[in-house]
């Protein structure tokens, strides 16, 4: 495994992290941004505030051309970046998805009169995007997607259902997949006929439903559209070619899982302290210190893993299987840190955020319930199980 750090690499932590080291106690220290009642609200205006500060420094869109506020940074500069963001605990940004995946899809697949009129207020964090893939009747199978788009003149006729959509309600724009040949599942050729439209959520004929989850949370959405004319100047890539331009986009999804490894290790680190802290006895009991080191082993097993295919990666090989076990892995971990948290504080680390005897916050209690979506974010387990079965371990089928 080749895993070495050039030069520039060394320099581009180097800047990363004085950068950091400048601006982040500042801006933490800063408080509460906005009045806003709503606390998905509040942290969103937090991020917004985040993400302008990173684009200040070039710091907010790496992967971009210089001509466009990035650094044109390499696969390992990536796994750098979220390394030290871990590590240094920062907030989420305003435009996750319009950075790391529906921008660099305008950069590759729009025209240059759709980069200028949506890429600046990506960047600056000016409007909220939001993607919409998933749909009720298409499970974990995106490409059995049936929203269905009829070309009328200059314009789309989009009619149909998304689901589980994040931050729709806060969003100006969105990248949504659509069924333009409606014969293509029938023809067996259902990765055929799709094509993607970058939407107004504020067009007449969309409608967005906010999904209260089970923290209580409304960051998830159900989009409905009922006869949404969409320009078909929105149209990103060619029609019926939409499968190629999700899967571009589903590939920068995966940026960065390098420092999923590390913010987990910091959540482990985390818990010691708060238990050390709060119930010392409970670290005194030998299967909770069989579970910890359990855990410290496969958060460790999970980093070399991310390295394995990072190397495949700068070697210009497909980093398979490794990418769908890391996925199965952050679900795996992620929910067992949870449960291990509410385990070694007891009834206090089921404690709700507000209450006077709330330990961090409520965070055990509330990452307890909230870790079940890892299950199914970024590709449900059930079916990276069968990927896995399937075309790496090349199991017999029944």
């Known amino acids: 495994m080749d895993f070495s750090y050039t030069e520039e690499d060394d320099a581009f932590r180097t800047e990363l992290r004085s950068w950091l080291a400048a601006n982040l106690p500042e801006f933490m220290a800063s408080g509460e941004i906005g009045d806003e009642n709503n606390p998905d609200r509040r942290t969103m205006l937090r991020r917004q505030a985040w993400q302008r500060r990173l684009h200040e420094g070039r710091w907010a869109a790496i992967n971009w051309p210089l001509s466009w506020g990035g650094r044109e940074a390499t696969v390992m500069q990536n796994t750098i970046y979220s390394e030290e963001m871990a590590r240094a605990k920062t907030p989420g ?46 499970g974990s199978d995106l490409a059995n997607l049936r929203t269905l788009a009829v070309r009328d003149g200059d314009e789309y006729v989009v009619t149909g259902r998304k689901i589980w959509i994040s931050t729709a309600h806060l969003a100006k724009w969105g990248l949504f997949l659509v069924r333009t040949d409606p014969t293509a599942i029938e023809r067996g050729a259902k990765h055929e006929g799709i094509t993607a439209l970058i939407v107004d959520m504020e067009l007449p004929g969309i409608e967005v439903h906010v999904i209260r989850d089970i923290t209580g949370g409304e960051l998830f959405c159900e989009v409905n559209f009922d006869g949404a004319h969409i320009p078909a100047a929105y149209r990103l890539g060619d029609e019926n070619q939409g499968w190629n331009v999700a899967m571009g986009t589903l590939a920068s999804e995966r ?91 007891g009834p206090m680390g089921v404690l709700s955020r507000g209450g006077p005897d709330a330990v961090d916050k409520g965070h055990w209690g509330h990452n307890y319930v909230w870790q079940r979506y890892t299950s199914i974010g970024a590709g449900t387990t059930e079916v990276q199980k069968n990927i896995i079965a399937d075309r790496a371990i090349k199991m017999p089928r029944r």
């Open 93 to 138: 940004i305003y435009n996750a998805n319009g950075i790391w995946q529906i921008g660099p899809m305008i950069l590759r697949w729009g025209t240059e009169e759709q980069q200028t009129m949506w890429l600046p207020g990506i960047l600056g964090a000016d409007v909220h995007w939001c993607q919409g893939f998933t749909e009720p009747e298409a």
């Open 255 to 345: 940026v960065g899982t390098s420092g999923l490894s590390v913010s987990m290790r910091i959540e482990l680190d985390n818990l010691i302290a708060t238990a050390r802290a709060q119930n010392p006895g409970a670290l005194e009991d030998p299967g909770i210190r069989e579970r910890i080191a359990r855990l410290w082993t496969q958060l460790e097993l999970t980093r070399l893993l991310n390295a394995r295919a990072l190397s495949k990666i700068l070697k210009g090989e497909k980093n398979w299987p490794e990418v769908p076990l890391a996925k199965l892995q952050w679900s795996y971990l992620s929910q067992t840190i949870a449960e291990l948290g509410v385990d070694v504080l």
